[in-house]
């Protein structure tokens, strides 16, 4: 079993930035790959950003390409999604999931556990 926690959202201004941390319980986190997802009110939860358990292989949404970046430190099983750039459509819940068998995915029937989600509102 598997517990995941996100912290860091909040509310901020079109250009600015905010670090999410998701904390995940349980002693085998390093093996397993990581994503982000969001989900705006009334449209379907999307994929953002991914790493591989070893964190050397990430990949991201063309939408925040260039302007996002996962990361994950493995001694206090902690993965991050740097923001920055942001903009009014980056408002969202945004969820960590871990994956427990195989590699890196994009789909969100891919993961196995979710955490509650932690709000990032952008205003213009």
């Known amino acids: 079993q598997v517990q995941l926690v996100e912290s860091g959202g909040g509310l901020v201004q079109a250009g600015g930035s905010l670090r999410l941390s998701c904390a995940a319980s349980?002693?085998?986190?390093?093996?397993?790959?990581m994503g982000w997802f969001r989900q705006a009110p009334g449209k379907e939860r999307e994929f953002v950003a991914g790493v591989s358990w070893s964190g050397t292989t990430t990949y991201y949404a063309d939408s925040v390409k260039g302007r996002f970046t996962i990361s994950r430190d493995n001694a206090v099983n902690t993965v991050y999604l740097q923001m920055n750039s942001l903009k009014p459509e980056d408002t969202a819940v945004y969820y960590c999931?871990?994956?427990?068998?195989?590699?890196?995915?994009?789909?969100?029937?891919?993961?196995?556990?979710w955490g509650q989600g932690t709000q990032a509102t952008v205003s213009s």
């Open positions: 999931a871990a994956r427990v068998f195989g590699g890196l995915g994009y789909r969100a029937d891919e993961y196995n556990y």
């Open positions: 349980g002693r085998t986190f390093s093996s397993y790959a």
